[in-house]
């Protein structure tokens, strides 16, 4: 298995900022993902994070709100740009360790989360 | 839409009670059902099914999927406070291998002692 590590593990920031979580891998991943969870809910997929190039966006997201970075195989950053209340979440990031074969199915591994309040 | 449905949504019970957690779905391109455990932030991996009628068991954990139908089960016995957690049932229907899961509710359980 591989170490996860997300930083902040919480902030408080005030409405109108931005805000970078930092997602590292100790080993090279093949996919990486970055989930929001508001209070109360479940997990909801933001938008894939490719390496060398331009994030896959879910419905209901976008680029200039939620920019992400993926710059090498062990590490991406998600931007929570311009926050407002409601971008209060549990913030994470997972990964598929390995491809495996062309066909085969692998679980995602998760991080231990970024906890984000907004006044 | 695919769509991910767990029941019950919270669960109460005492040490050394046998929990059975539901999860059933619909989705247009079925890869995989995952179980995992939430305790404070983190999900952590359970168990992966892809196959009807195997069952995936780890200690006092077991699951099993039922493809026809489309639900899976999560069994935990003799349960202990330290399986209290919310448990995420999510099924991976994306159009690779690895690709978006769809998460359900989830199920609170809190166990007493």
């Known amino acids: 298995s591989a170490v996860i590590s997300q930083k902040p593990s919480r902030d408080i920031c005030q409405r109108g900022t931005s805000l970078t979580i930092q997602c590292q891998v100790d080993?090279?991943?093949?996919?990486m993902f970055w989930y929001r969870q508001q209070p109360g809910q479940s997990l909801t997929l933001i938008a894939t994070a490719n390496q060398g190039s331009e994030a896959t966006y879910e419905s209901g997201f976008v680029i200039d709100k939620f920019p992400i970075s993926r710059p090498n195989l062990t590490f991406s950053t998600l931007t929570v740009s311009n926050m407002s209340p409601e971008d209060s979440s549990i913030y994470l990031c997972?990964?598929?360790?390995?491809?495996?074969?062309?066909?085969?199915?692998?679980?995602?591994?998760f991080g231990d989360g970024t906890r984000l309040s907004i006044l | 839409e695919d769509k991910v449905v767990q029941s019950p949504l919270s669960l109460v019970v005492h040490e050394g009670d046998t929990v059975t957690l539901n999860c059933s779905y619909e989705?247009?391109?079925?890869?995989?059902l995952l179980w995992y455990k939430q305790e404070k932030k983190a999900p952590t991996f359970l168990f992966m099914l892809?196959?009807?009628?195997i069952e995936k068991k780890s200690g006092r954990l077991s699951s099993i999927l039922d493809k026809k139908e489309l639900f899976s089960i999560l069994n935990i016995t003799a349960t202990q406070t330290g399986d209290s957690a919310i448990y995420l049932c999510a099924v991976n229907a994306g159009g690779t291998s690895y690709g978006k899961l769809t998460f359900g509710q989830g199920t609170i359980l809190t166990v007493h002692p």
């Open positions: 997972s990964v598929v360790l390995s491809a495996g074969t062309a066909n085969s199915n692998q679980p995602q591994h």
């Open positions: 892809t196959s009807s009628g």
């Open positions: 080993s090279q991943v093949t996919m």
């Open positions: 989705v247009t391109n079925f890869r995989s």
